[in-house]
């Protein structure tokens, strides 16, 4: 579990990790709650994630649930995550700028998909941050996603896919953290 050299662990925030995503998770379920207008209602997601972001991000929480410090490196792999997804955003954020801001349920339910595969690629750079099991969460969420594009899926549906996995890869996290996978 621990690197032969240093005899420190080589993704000590798989537990914080763990967590942050069974809070994503349950906030993305909460996505199939719908405004009057049938769009997903992104008001409980809202405060769910920056609850969860802000506890994440809290020098206590770390110091509680770390198993030591991250590195320089791992530092910038999540910076550079975080900088790629929001320059993605950008992209997905495009078409809305560009229909002088009209929105239409079609248009609406792209965006959504197109930015769970943002949120997919993304957690490809978290591998080197929190393990091989974030590569296998990007994959799985991308698919989804990519899936609900190309095949017209419910948006609710892959609303709780992702939802789902990002649950089930939190309790995994949590249960087996620390582990050097």
Same mark, same amino acid.
């Given at each position: 579990m621990t690197t032969e050299k240093t005899g420190a662990y080589?993704?000590?925030? #798989?537990r914080i990790n763990g967590i942050w995503l069974i809070i994503v998770g349950i906030a993305m379920l909460t996505l199939t709650l719908k405004l009057i207008n049938g769009f997903p209602n992104p008001a409980i997601f809202g405060i769910l994630y920056s609850v969860g972001m802000f506890? #994440?991000?809290?020098?206590? &929480?770390? #110091?509680?649930?770390s198993v030591g410090p991250g590195t320089k490196a791992q530092s910038r792999w999540a910076n550079s995550a975080i900088i790629i997804m929001m320059g993605l955003m950008l992209? *997905?954020?495009?078409?809305?700028?560009?229909?002088?801001?009209? *929105? &239409?349920?079609?248009? %609406?339910?792209?965006?959504?998909?197109?930015? %769970?595969?943002?949120?997919?690629i993304h957690f490809f750079f978290f591998?080197? *941050?929190h393990g091989k099991l974030m590569g296998i969460l990007g994959g799985l969420t991308t698919i989804n996603a990519l899936l609900g594009l190309l095949l017209g899926w419910p948006l609710d549906l892959v609303f709780i896919i992702d939802g789902l996995l990002k649950l089930i890869f939190g309790l995994i996290f949590v249960k087996v953290s620390p582990i050097n996978f």
């Open positions: 080589r993704y000590p925030r #798989q506890w #994440q991000l809290n020098k206590h &929480t770390r #110091q509680k649930l992209l *997905v954020f495009l078409p809305i700028w560009l229909h002088g801001g009209a *929105v &239409t349920y079609a248009l %609406m339910r792209r965006i959504w998909l197109e930015i %769970m595969i943002v949120i997919g591998i080197p *941050v």
